[in-house]
């Protein structure tokens, strides 16, 4: 048990639309991070929240954008919607009783853009 | 030159075998190594960190890293077929924060 969770599970969107993607952590932990994974691929980073701030982020652009709330929970938004934004959305916070050093994943989101 | 570079695979291994995954990375920087496993469609799990130079073992995991060979490998004894999935190399370097840099993962197949 992770105790990481993510929604929604699936998603379709079409091109040039918007999409939220929301994740909460059991552990209250105040950093998470968002990571993009392509079919065949590693997971990527996106970016990263500290305390309600971003706090490092990868090679996405601007249209890839975040929210953490006081109780740490996560949105992740993208707008303007592109084909090869289809992908599996995961986030990673600290786990339950894991080490500040060990990540543990969300069961993720799948998008898929038409 | 990749970050994280990792044989694709497959690689195939009979069950009862030992599996031995390797893994380089290029930023001497790098502070904390990560082993994660991911089934097809599943979201990655993590099963083996590893932080100081040798081994580190976990049930049938060990985790070996040689920081001066900027290297770390999994091995997986007695492999079974419920092992059979994609593993996933994960550096984070100091300063990077919580930064993850994966590999692109080897597809591990045991086979009955």
């Known amino acids: 048990e992770t105790g990481v969770t993510q929604s929604p599970t699936h998603l379709i969107k079409t091109r040039g639309q918007q999409v939220t993607l929301r994740c909460s952590s059991q552990?209250?932990?105040?950093?998470v991070s968002w990571y993009q994974q392509a079919l065949g691929q590693g997971p990527q980073f996106i970016f990263q929240?500290?305390?309600?701030?971003?706090?490092g982020r990868g090679n996405f652009p601007p249209r890839f954008s975040g929210l953490q709330f006081p109780n740490y929970s996560s949105e992740l938004n993208v707008n303007a919607l592109e084909l090869d934004d289809s992908a599996l959305y995961l986030c990673?916070?600290?786990?339950?009783?894991?080490?500040?050093?060990?990540?543990?994943f969300g069961p993720g989101t799948r998008l898929t853009v038409l | 030159q990749k970050e994280v570079e990792q044989n694709s695979g497959p690689l195939s291994v009979p069950e009862g075998a030992i599996a031995s995954l390797n893994c380089t990375y290029s930023?001497?920087?790098?502070?904390?190594f990560f082993w994660y496993r991911q089934y097809s469609g599943k979201s990655p799990e993590l099963i083996m960190s590893?932080?100081?130079?040798g081994d580190k073992e976990d049930g049938r995991f060990t985790a070996q890293l040689n920081k001066a060979s900027q290297y770390v490998s999994l091995l997986i004894r007695d492999s079974q077929p419920s092992d059979s999935a994609t593993y996933l190399c994960?550096?984070?370097?100091?300063?990077?924060?919580?930064?993850?840099?994966f590999g692109t993962g080897t597809q591990l197949k045991v086979e009955l």
């Open positions: 990673a916070s600290k786990g339950i009783d894991g080490s500040y050093n060990e990540q543990f």
């Open positions: 552990s209250g932990h105040n950093t």
């Open positions: 929240y500290y305390r309600e701030e971003e706090n």
């Open positions: 930023d001497r920087v790098s502070q904390s």
């Open positions: 590893i932080y100081s130079n």
């Open positions: 994960a550096v984070r370097i100091t300063g990077g924060g919580n930064k993850l840099t």
